[in-house]
């Protein structure tokens, strides 16, 4: 079946260095959307980025991630973390053919001074 | 003004008490959805409503059941709840197709005792 893998638990990183977040998924269908949703503590997780082009970056809020069908990847980045980045981001995938969002584990950022 | 509410926000249950969580959404948005998130595992899939009345298992739905009798509204119910149901659950909807995010609520934060 589809899924999806966040291998780091947690992240720690120093405010103004970048930020890279892991995601890989393995699905059969080869027009599934991947997603990145963030959720800050006692708020509602909300979307940050969504594609299913191939080799497309699509960038929001200072964040950005390219989908590489060829290795079933769509990693998160930025280039200069912030205080406020400090959050919990889910990796997550929709195959085409389905009414599911499937989530990886998480990965937690915390950004210190 | 799109928005998914949860009720309650907090709930201590004991071991062996019925649990009623409810959750509401103004988009008139066919599919809702409840996960649970749990450290380390993420938000895992409950139960999907396509729409009233008609529901589908989702990958750990064993110790649940839901219940759609309007479109915008969707209970989780929990008979003779389980310690190990302790976690936060959250409601969701999407609209139309697998390119959609998904709209979260603030969720409810359950413990069994």
């Known amino acids: 079946g589809d899924s999806v893998t966040q291998t780091e638990g947690l992240v720690t990183l120093t405010e103004g260095l970048p930020v890279m977040l892991n995601c890989t998924y393995q699905t059969i269908y080869s027009n599934a959307f991947l997603f990145w949703y963030v959720h800050y503590l006692n708020e509602s997780p909300w979307l940050l980025l969504r594609s299913s082009t191939d080799n497309k970056r699509t960038e929001h809020q200072g964040f950005h991630a390219t989908l590489h069908k060829s290795s079933s990847s769509f990693h998160l980045q930025k280039s200069s973390a912030q205080l406020s980045d400090s959050a919990l981001y889910y990796c997550?995938?929709?195959?085409?053919?389905?009414?599911?969002?499937?989530f990886g584990t998480g990965t937690k950022l915390q950004v210190v001074p | 003004d799109m928005k998914v509410t949860q009720m309650p926000r907090y709930l201590i249950k004991r071991m062996g008490e019925n649990v009623l969580l409810e959750c509401g959404q103004d988009m008139s948005h066919e599919t809702m959805y409840w996960y649970r998130q749990d450290p380390g595992l993420g938000l895992q899939l409950i139960y999907i409503s396509y729409d009233v009345d008609s529901n589908s298992e989702g990958d750990i739905p064993k110790g649940y059941r839901v219940s759609r009798k309007k479109r915008e509204h969707f209970s989780l119910i929990l008979d003779s709840a389980k310690t190990n149901q302790t976690s936060v659950y959250f409601c969701?909807?999407?609209?139309?197709?697998?390119?959609?995010?998904?709209?979260f609520g603030s969720g409810t934060r359950l413990t069994v005792l």
């Open positions: 997550a995938l929709s195959p085409n053919s389905g009414t599911y969002q499937r």
């Open positions: 969701a909807s999407r609209r139309g197709t697998n390119a959609e995010t998904l709209y």
